[in-house]
């Protein structure tokens, strides 16, 4: 079983992409999708208590990134909570640590070179990102790592949908059928990955 989680929308947005995209993909047995909520506290209720739940062989965390041109796996989330954005209880944090005397950071064990060869081979582009950010998508990721040491975990950041960026200028965006069929392919690849344990 995988757990794929999503967030709401936040800070104003009419959407979020990561909603859109984890309520259309295929219902499935395989598959568990669960929407989190953009606030700190849900957060880190709401994640430890469906890996207990569930017990998922591995966990996809889904998120929007404003600005970023194609979907970006996220190689690392560090134990830091810092943003102007009030979450979604209307929460401001700043230069807070996620978990207090945690590890400064935990990189995805995800198979990402293998998901990144995956999707560009379906001709849909795809990249690697170095920061996932200092809020609630990092948030996510950190205490997936750190709640569930074994469990291989990872995050896709998703780019804007076209309807959002055309709520603004100079933004970029992807079309939801792509996005869509570029977390089909990342989880179909962790899947195939599961069942043969080959690491990469
Ligand atoms: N994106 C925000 C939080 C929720 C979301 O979809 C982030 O990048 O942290």
């Not at 998703?158 to 960026?165: K, S």
């Not at 709520?167 to 990955?193: C, E, F, K, Y």
């Amino acid at each position: 079983m995988i757990l794929v989680t999503y967030f709401d929308p936040f800070g104003g947005h009419i959407a979020n992409v990561s909603q859109e995209v984890a309520t259309r993909l295929p219902r499935c047995d395989d598959v568990a999708i669960r929407e989190l909520r953009t606030a700190r506290r849900d957060v880190e209720k709401q994640l430890p208590q469906w890996i207990a739940e569930i017990e998922p062989n591995a966990i996809l965390g889904l998120g929007q990134a404003q600005g970023r041109s194609v979907p970006t796996l996220e190689r690392i989330g560090i134990n830091l909570i810092d943003s102007q954005t009030p979450d979604n209880r209307q929460e401001i944090h700043r230069d807070d640590p996620i978990v207090f005397g945690g590890p400064s950071a935990y990189f995805s064990t995800l198979p990402l070179r293998r998901i990144l060869d995956a999707v560009r081979h379906q001709g849909l582009p795809i990249d690697l990102s170095l920061s996932a950010g200092s809020f609630m998508c990092n948030q996510a990721l950190y205490l997936m790592r750190h709640s569930a040491p074994d469990i291989p975990a990872g995050f896709l950041h998703l780019p804007l949908l076209p309807a959002q960026a055309a709520q603004t200028s100079h933004t970029p965006s992807m079309a939801l059928n792509d996005q869509l069929t570029v977390v089909r392919i990342t989880l179909d690849t962790i899947t195939t990955w599961l069942r043969t344990r080959q690491h990469v």
